[in-house]
C-alpha cells in the first residue's frame, strides 16, 4: 500500500477502518479534508483557503436539464493545468475502445470462459484491463465495452483518467483501494465502485493475496443512474441510500509521478512532479461512488412465471429510447424462489439486446456446471440461450417448494448495441470449446401425442 502522505477529513491516515462515506444517489454533496478549506456562499473566491485553487469539473453540458445535470467544484493544491505536461504516445494493446472490429478467426457463436489466466508478470491495474468485448462507438458516446482486469501491484506514482466513458468496477477476487481525486473507496468482491468520466484515480491492492481480478463495464454513454421502479413504487432494488461517496482525501507528494490517460481509444503519457489527487475539499454532486450488492432488495414472482431479469437492474444507462438502455449492469442476487407450477431459472430466449455475463461467486441458477467464479459469457444479439440440460431437467422435476437460492452472485452487462468480441478474447486460452455441448441434452420430447413428457 502506498504510504505517502494521505489526509483525510479527520486530518488521519487514511486506513480502511477510517474511510468515511457519504450516503446517497447523485445527491449535492459536501466534504472537506482540512477546515475551512471549502468556501461557503459561494463557488469561487477571489482568493480560496490554504491557497487552494478553485476548479470546475463538468460531467454534463452545462446546459443540460436540472435533473441530468452534474458538475462539483474542487478545492486543490494545483489546477489540473498542472497535472498534465506535454504528452507522449503509450499503448495498452489490450485495453480496446469501440469502434474495435479485432481481426480475428473465431466464428459467431455463444461463448464462455473460464477466468482469465493470473499473470506471470508484474502488473498494475491499468496494465491488466483486458478488453473482452467493444460496443458502439466512443467518439460519438454510444456503447460500452466489457473488460476483465487482473493485477498483482499498486499502482504508487502511476494516475489515469479516462475521457472515454466511466468505469464500473466489479472486484471478483481480492479487495482494492480506489484513490480518487474526489477521495478513497475501499471496495471488495460483492461491492462495485463506479469512476467518473475524466476523474483522475489510481487503484490499490487491498488485502493479502497473489492476484485480484474482476471485471469493468466502460460506459462511453449517458451516466449510470438508478432505473425507474414503475408500480414497485419507492423501495426496493437499489435503494439511494446504500450508494456511498468518499469523503475528500489528498495526498501531499512532490515527486515524479506519471499521469496516464485514454481518449477516444488512444492513450498519452504525462510526467509531472507532484501527485494530482491533491483535491482538499469538493463540493457538487459528479463523484464517484461505491454499492454494496448485498443490500439490493430482490423484487420477484410470488405466484408464478418468471420476471424479465430486467427486475435485477441495479443501474442502467437510458438512451433517447424509451426503456432502451445503452447498458444495464443487472445481478442475480440471493433469493427465495416460491413460484408455484413454474420453471423457475430463466427461460430459453433470444434477445435484441446483447449479454456479457459475469460470475462474483457461487453457482448461477441456469448452469449447472461450467460457468464459474470469475468466469464470462457472452450471449450476443438474437442468439438463443437459456438453461443447460442438467438445470432443465432439475428445475424440470423439482419439487416446487420454497427454495433459497443462496450463496451466488451473478451480473450482467446488457447492452443495446452488438458486441464486438477482441483478438484477446477469441484467441484467450480458458474460452471453453466446448460449451455449445451443455445444451445437447435437450432432446426432442414431442410425439405427437397430447400429455406432459
Ligand atoms: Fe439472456
Known sequence: ???????????????????????????????????????????????????????????????????????????RIRPSVRHTRRFSNASYPLWKTAPSFDEHSLPLGQLRWDPIPAPSEKLTFLEGVRTITTAGDATTQVGMSAHAYVFNEDMVDDYFFNADGELLIVPQLGAIRVFTEMGIMDVEPLEICLIPRGMMFKILKGGEQTVWRGYICENYGAKFTLPDRGPIGANCLANPRDFKTPVAAFEDKETPCRVHVKWCGKFYVTDIGH????????????????YDLRTFSPVGAIRFDHPDPSIFSVLTAPTEDAGTANVDFVIFPPRWLVAEHTFRPPWYHRNIMSEFMG????????????????????????????????????????????????????????????????????ELETLQDNYLECWDGLERKFDGTPGIK
Not at 502506498?2 to 450516503?23: F, H, R, V
Request: glycine fraction near 8%; include cysteine.
Open 1 to 75: 500500500m502506498d504510504q505517502t502522505s494521505i489526509q483525510t477529513s479527520d486530518g488521519e491516515a487514511a486506513t480502511a477502518n477510517t474511510l468515511k462515506y457519504m450516503p446517497g444517489f447523485g445527491n449535492d454533496f459536501e466534504t472537506e479534508s482540512l477546515p475551512g478549506a471549502l468556501p461557503q456562499g459561494q463557488n469561487s473566491p477571489q482568493k480560496c483557503n490554504y491557497g487552494l485553487y478553485a476548479e470546475q469539473l463538468s460531467g454534463s453540458p452545462f446546459t443540460a436539464p436540472r435533473g441530468t445535470n452534474e458538475r462539483s467544484w474542487l478545492y
Open 359 to 426: 460470475l462474483i461467486h457461487g453457482q448461477y441458477d441456469a448452469k449447472e456446471e461450467g460457468f464459474v467464479p470469475g468466469g464470462m459469457s457472452l450471449h450476443n444479439m438474437m442468439l438463443p440461450h437459456g438453461p443447460d440440460a442438467l438445470a432443465f431437467e432439475k428445475a424440470s422435476n423439482t419439487e416446487l417448494k420454497p427454495v433459497k437460492l443462496d450463496h451466488t452472485m451473478a451480473f450482467m452487462f446488457e447492452t443495446r448495441y452488438p458486441q464486438q468480441l477482441t483478438k484477446y478474447a477469441a
Open 275 to 290: 501527485s494530482p489527487l491533491d483535491v482538499v475539499a469538493w463540493h457538487g454532486n459528479y463523484a464517484p461512488f461505491k
